[in-house]
Structures are given as C-alpha cells and as structure tokens.
C-alpha cells in the first residue's frame, strides 16, 4: 500500500508480567510494519517493565514506554493517546494478542469506506474470538450493516453482544478524553464511545483479527466487588444521570436507583464530595416512579453487592 498510514498500537498494563508476553510476540509478527507500540504501566508491582525494556531492545519499530503511578485503566489510556503519533490507534489489552495481519486488515477495512464518506467515520471495527474457539465472540453482525442509517447502524451495533476491536482515527479520537474523577479508578468505555458515536459513525466487518483470552481478565478493566469497584459503579450511574438526556438507551430511573445502592456502599472520601441525591424535581419524580414498579431490582442488587463484600 503507497503512503501507509502509521498506527499507533497502545496497551495498558497492570500486573501482567505472566501474560504480556502475548502481546509482544503479536505485535512482533504483524505484516504492516508501519506501527509504533506504546506501553503505559498504570503502577505494577510485579517487574513487568523489565521485560518491556527486554522487548525494546528486541524490535526496530518504536516503543513508547511510559511508567506512573496507578489511577486505574481509563487514566493509562488518556496518557497514551497523548503519546500517539499515528494516524490511527488501536487498543490491545495486556492479556490478549493480535493476529499476524490484523492491522493490514485494520487498515484495509478502513479504505473500504467509500472516500467520499470517509470523513464522516472515526473507526473501523472487527471482531474477537477467544483462545479455545475459531468462531466469532458474541453474536454476527448483519451483512448488510454498512448500509444502514447512522442511527439503525448504531442501535444494531449496540445490541450485538461480543468483543471487538477499532482502528480509531487519532484525530478524532485525540479530542475526547476519559474523565478522571477523584477516588474512581474505572471508569468504562462508554463515557467517550457515546459521545463520539453521536457525531461520528463506524465501519463494521465480522472478520475476526484479535484473540481474547477468556477467564483471565485484564486486571486494569475488571476489577472484584469491593468498595472501590462499588464507588467506581455509583459515579458511572451519576454520569448516565447526568448525560440521561443526550443520548439513547439510558434507563433513567434504573441508573437512579443504582446510584442510590452504590452510594451507600461507596468509599466516604467519594460519600463526601457527591451527594446522596442532588435531583431535580422531574428527575426525583421518576426515582420514586421506578421504585413503586421495581422494587424486587433493588431488594435483589442489595443482596446480591452485600453478599460480595
């Protein structure tokens, strides 16, 4: 391909020095050369930046290595974003790996979007399958997806379950960066992916390019039911509160009555500078309406976090 575009491959890692060596070999072995790895280490305790400096010295494309102190996944990726250079970035978690020519295809499925419309994207989307299975993980797009309209792309997309993986336009990406609220040390992809999907669309394709090890976890992004895991859950409820009205599917008087569960289990530092409630009357009425109608949602949250911690 004449004038391939860079991309700027990142992971955050915590605690992966068993495992990282997955994605080092993968990235290794990709047949487009023109990349640029970006390693942040979100606090480890284990040595793994050992074996990264072990790995710089083992590949000719650069390696951005940055260590600092822990804040959890969401604060990891807003460093590395800031590092990229590339045209586009992809995310790879620290357990995971890529397949030989995932970012070829990447690219290519990116030039798949008619050039006229291109500028109305900001990523290109495939998907995942896992270590024990060759098949796609979740469920199939439709094959006629990239036909749709922005909207019912978007509400397809939505509601089709399983992991995938983008090619993120750095530009477009680089203008949105994840919150980092005091005390909350995840905070979900979702708070940039709504506001981005609103404006910007995605090109979808089923063809599978990453592995995703299964009962692993990253231990960055799927934290055990404790107290910070809890705060973590009640400020996500506060901002689908608060955003409730600028974008779809957000159950309102649901995400309300998570917020009221989470914050009394919350961390007090959290307790001290969010409120119990700070409503607006509307907003408090339709509290008290779901209440009245899922009552058994709340007993059954209550039960199922105090059994857990």
Known sequence: MDNMPKVS???CVYNRADKIHRVFDSVKKQT?????????DDG???????????????????????????????????????????????????????LPDAIERLVNLWFEIPESER?????AQ???????????????????????????????ASRTIGEKIGLMKADIIKQYRYPEPPFVKFVTEMVVWKPVNKIYQTWYTNDVVRIYYVDEGDSLSKPSINKQSLTNKCWMSKWLIENAKKYDNISLSN?????????????????????????????????????????????ALCIKIRKKI
């Open 9 to 11: 491959i990142f992971t």
């Open 32 to 40: 487009y050369t023109n990349i640029e790895h970006i390693i942040i």
């Open 126 to 156: 495939a998907r995942v399958r896992t270590q024990k299975s060759n098949e796609v993980f979740g469920d199939l797009y439709p094959e006629n997806i990239n036909s749709l309209s922005p909207y019912e792309k978007r509400m397809v």
């Open 255 to 299: 995400e309300m009555i998570r917020y009221s569960v989470f914050w009394h289990l919350s961390l007090i530092e959290f307790k001290r500078e969010n409120g119990y409630f700070n409503l607006t009357i509307s907003q408090f009425s339709k509290m008290i309406l779901g209440l009245l109608f899922v009552p058994a949602y709340f007993a």
């Open 44 to 98: 480890s305790t284990d040595g793994v930046g050992v074996l990264v400096n072990k790995y710089i010295e083992e590949v000719s494309y650069p390696v951005i290595f940055k260590a600092k102190e822990n804040g959890g996944k969401h604060t990891a990726t807003n460093v590395a974003w800031s590092l990229a250079t590339g045209d586009f970035i992809v995310q790879l978690d620290s357990d995971d790996e890529l």
């Open 119 to 123: 500028s109305n994207y900001w990523c």
